[in-house]
């Protein structure tokens, strides 16, 4: 059964590095997303991707987030200068158009900001 | 503020029993509801998406949706201590707004053999 699949599955990092998180989406799907979840919190949502453009972004996407699609199967979240508030679990989700676009996780990147 | 509200338990039932999990929702321009369970330091697994006013069935699963209420609900029939999990209703918003989820903080379900 296809599945999205991330690396790494965990990533230690100084605050003020830059991170790139990796994805590889379900093959036929055309929408990507990154979401994030804080310890004992809810998932959050930071952007979706489609075409090749973000398609929606939330309050937390700001100038220190990039994501892009360098090939015809990876998508890639960047955060430009790592904040201590930054550490959370990345998940990367792919969904199509039918199903009326049901959301498919991958199994996340915990990333943890020292 | 577009918020999804869940009880977050834990809610204790016997294994064999019905689970009842409930959602209300906040945005009425939410148009696709969805159930994901999620183990403890793994990611959300889609359970079952639901559109419609009405009930829909899949396995032991049903889901209850109620626009006009704004009230999204699960039903897990004969629970097994497998089910114990946290169950996450997410909402997502109209193709104006994109497809983002909004999720909920969860339910924390305990199935007791």
């Known amino acids: 059964e296809p599945e999205v699949t991330q690396t790494p599955s965990h990533q230690v990092t100084q605050m003020g590095q830059e991170v790139i998180l990796r994805c590889v989406p379900i093959s036929n799907h055309l929408y990507f997303y990154w979401y994030r979840q804080i310890l004992g919190q809810k998932v959050e949502f930071l952007v979706s991707f489609y075409n090749n453009e973000i398609s929606e972004k939330s309050e937390i996407f700001d100038d220190q987030f990039s994501v892009e699609r360098p090939d015809g199967s990876n998508f890639t979240l960047k955060i430009r200068s790592t904040k201590l508030e930054d550490s959370a679990m990345y998940f990367c989700a792919s969904s199509d158009e039918g199903d009326s676009y049901e959301q498919y996780f991958g199994p996340g990147t915990r990333l943890t900001v020292t | 503020q577009k918020e999804v509200e869940q009880n977050s338990g834990p809610l204790s039932v016997p294994e064999g029993a019905i689970a009842s999990l409930n959602c209300t929702y906040s945005?009425?321009?939410?148009?696709?509801f969805f159930w994901y369970r999620q183990y403890s330091g793994k990611s959300p697994e889609l359970i079952m998406s639901?559109?419609?006013?009405g009930d829909k069935e899949d396995g032991r699963f049903t889901a209850q949706l109620n626009k006009a209420s704004q009230y999204v609900s699960l039903l897990i029939r004969d629970s097994q201590p497998s089910d114990s999990a946290t169950y996450l209703c997410a909402a997502e918003g109209n193709g104006d707004s994109g497809y983002a989820l909004n999720f909920g903080k969860g339910t924390s379900l305990l199935v007791t053999p």
């Open positions: 945005d009425r321009g939410s148009q696709s």
């Open positions: 639901i559109y419609s006013n």
